[in-house]
């Protein structure tokens, strides 16, 4: 077995056992019905993907489908039960404890070495300041996590040598697609990497289009079954979710805070999000949720282009809570880690672009939506481990440094 086999499965085994024993253990766990634990539900029991909401709405494209699907059959088998919970509590632990577990293979695939991805891995799987997103599974974060370590694997294996046949274009538009259907979010990293991959590939054009064309074409035939349904249920064509309008109306209005959080807890989100409010849930009810939602898009637009200096300030804002999130007696260790992100980010950017680029690419792509609309930790934790991969990186680069002084006394 090999070095960076053996350290993932220590890591796993690690990562595991610290998270099962702090939620079997300790009882260090919440169990709670946000919008995609009710959709799998009604998939359990109705054969349904909808009712994410306060009173029954039908169908939905509230969520992405993939994570509902994933653990619906958790409920078909146990029921709406605490039974239930706690197989989705190991299920998102033993996904939290693979992402931790890829590290050593994320760091061997981007040049940096097998060293700082066992120190990354080992600080994640030891000390889990991200558990509740982790392990308890109200969404599907871990799995996005997952999602990005394979595609940063795999993109950066194939930078060192480019391969344009066929094989390799249909292979990465299905992983893509399925990612896709995980979380729409995703679309502006691959624009991202594209850019990159253009970029080298520029002697290549017209390989590169016609790679470009059999990947395409494998991304509509993943995804396409779920845009058909999407039509013929709800009425409309759009990518992936249709629940942006509602996000951007809860996130934006007077005296809205860059944190989801405190906007929980005001009247405007209790009038406005069809998770608590009855009377918006009705409306969904009597007008459909397409429509529902281009209502509340037009009011959130109407509301910025009334208020575009305060949008502003917002803006600025989210991006300082998505980095640094606005966590009780964390809140330091949280931004320490981002500093030392940034600063493993530049100097590993003097020392090869490349790999500086492909993380840049994912930082940036998979944060942006994130800066219009409240966030709040669970949304920065599919980029956690890029964080603690730079950060063990720049320690691992002081030690050698250091190391260097001393044998050059």
């Known amino acids: 077995m090999s070095r960076t086999a053996s350290a993932s ?12 024993v702090l939620i079997f253990g300790f009882h260090c766990y919440e169990i709670g019905r946000p919008e995609p634990v ?25 969520a992405a489908p993939v994570y509902p699907m994933l653990i619906s059959p958790l409920y078909a088998l146990w029921g709406d039960t605490r039974a239930a919970d706690f197989a989705r509590f190991v299920l998102n632990t033993l996904a939290a404890s693979a992402e931790y577990a890829l590290l050593p293979l994320v760091s061997v695939a981007l040049g940096l070495g097998l060293l700082p991805g066992v120190l990354a891995g080992a600080a994640g799987a030891l000390i889990p300041l991200h558990l509740w997103v982790e392990c308890i599974g109200d969404f599907e974060g871990a799995w996005v996590a997952l999602f990005l370590e394979a595609a940063v694997v795999l993109f950066a294996r194939w930078l060192r040598a480019p391969r344009l046949n066929w094989r390799n274009a249909a292979c990465w538009g299905a992983i893509w697609g399925a990612g896709f259907l995980l979380t729409p979010n995703v679309l502006p990293v691959l624009v991202a990497l594209f850019a990159i991959g253009a970029w080298i590939l520029r002697p290549r054009a017209a390989a590169a289009a016609r790679w470009l064309a059999i990947f395409t074409a494998a991304v509509s035939a993943v995804f396409s079954p779920w845009l058909i349904r999407n039509y013929r249920q709800l009425g409309g064509v759009f990518f992936v979710r249709d629940n942006f309008g ?15 959080e405190q906007n929980f807890t005001t009247p405007h989100f209790a009038q406005t999000h069809p998770y608590i409010s009855a009377e918006a849930s009705r409306e969904i009810q009597e007008r459909g949720e397409l429509a529902f ?112 002084q001393r044998l050059c006394r």
């Open 246 to 260: 509602l996000e951007l109306l809860v996130s934006n209005y007077d005296g809205a805070a860059p944190n989801s």
């Open 9 to 20: 499965i220590l890591i796993f085994l690690a990562a595991a056992g610290v998270r099962l």
């Open 293 to 404: 939602e281009s209502r509340a898009l037009r009011r959130a637009l109407g509301w910025i282009r009334s208020n575009p200096l305060a949008f502003a300030k917002l803006t600025a804002a989210r991006v300082w809570n998505y980095w640094i999130p606005r966590v009780p007696r964390l809140r330091w260790v949280l931004a320490s880690i981002a500093l030392a992100a940034l600063a493993g980010l530049v100097m590993l950017y003097r020392e090869s672009r490349g790999t500086a680029a492909v993380l840049a690419a994912v930082l940036i792509g998979y944060s942006a939506v994130y800066y219009i609309v409240e966030n709040t930790l669970r949304y920065q934790h599919p980029l956690w481990w890029i964080q603690l991969l730079l950060v063990a990186s720049l320690v691992n680069r002081g030690a050698r440094l250091k190391l260097a």
């Open 38 to 62: 009710r959709i799998a539900i009604s998939l359990a029991r109705h054969g349904v993907f909808g009712d994410p909401y306060a009173l029954p709405t039908g169908p939905t494209a509230h």
